[in-house]
């Protein structure tokens, strides 16, 4: 029995042995630096070439959307449409540029009856007294190319409060609909209801309201 087990253990050993006395490989540096990764750059945005001008804003094309947390289950919307008003741009010094806008309650839309008789209510926005909210520049600026800050006053139940509008260019020229010089705008705001004397159920139901407005504008036809 022996001399069987010897033959088979003899080139086991042979190798067990030649790996002892063969150089140990470095082990792999676990520590060098990672490859530099490219720092991401914003594709660049070509500027829109807007014309001076008084544009006055289609209603048609104009959305003042209105959204807050209810309860933290749900983060309901409404739309003030009917939205009247003009935007006087100048391309050669956009600090001489304006806003003006006429929000009319009676354009809010809440998707249901029952909640848009509620908001027109005296409880909340009281349209019976103040048909309307109102919102005039004081101060635009440019931020960059197509983008704008418009800081103004924001009128609500006869309660002014200062609103910043963060405002982008979309895109400007003749429509192609009625071929007149048009200019066409999407901004965003954050406003604390409870300053317009809106603060029922607050913090519950959230104080804080996001403005999100687009907008199309177009010369008056002569």
């Known amino acids: 029995m022996k001399s069987r087990i010897r033959p088979v253990l003899a080139p086991l050993a042979l190798t067990v042995a030649l790996a002892a006395c063969s150089p140990s490989q470095p082990a792999a540096d676990t520590t060098a630096p990672a490859a530099a990764t490219p720092a991401a750059t914003e594709p660049a945005v ?7 001008g008084t544009y006055v804003i ?5 959305m003042v959307l209105a959204s807050w947390n209810h309860f933290g289950f749900s983060n309901p919307s409404i739309n003030f449409g009917n939205v009247e008003g003009a935007i006087v741009y100048n391309a050669e010094d956009v600090a001489a540029s304006s806003v003006e806008v006429t929000l009319p309650i ?8 029952e909640f848009h008789d509620h908001l ?18 004081t101060r635009v600026e440019s931020t960059g190319t197509n983008r704008l800050t418009v ?6 139940k006869d309660t002014t409060r200062p609103v910043t509008l963060d ?9 192609p609909m009625t071929q007149r010089p048009s200019i066409g705008f999407d901004a965003t705001a954050t406003v604390l ?13 959230g104080d804080e309201v996001t403005l999100r407005i687009t907008t199309e504008a177009s010369v008056a036809a002569e």
């Open 120 to 137: 027109s209510s005296a409880d909340w926005l009281d349209a019976a007294r103040f048909p309307a909210a109102t919102f005039r520049s």
């Open 167 to 175: 405002v982008t260019l979309n895109g400007a020229g003749p429509h």
């Open 106 to 113: 009676s354009g809010i839309d809440a998707l249901a009856a």
């Open 193 to 205: 209801r409870s300053d317009f004397g809106l603060g029922n159920y607050a913090p519950a139901v």
């Open 151 to 156: 800081t103004g006053d924001l009128t609500v």
């Open 46 to 52: 070509d500027p829109v070439a807007a014309a001076s």
């Open 58 to 62: 289609d209603p048609s094309h104009t």
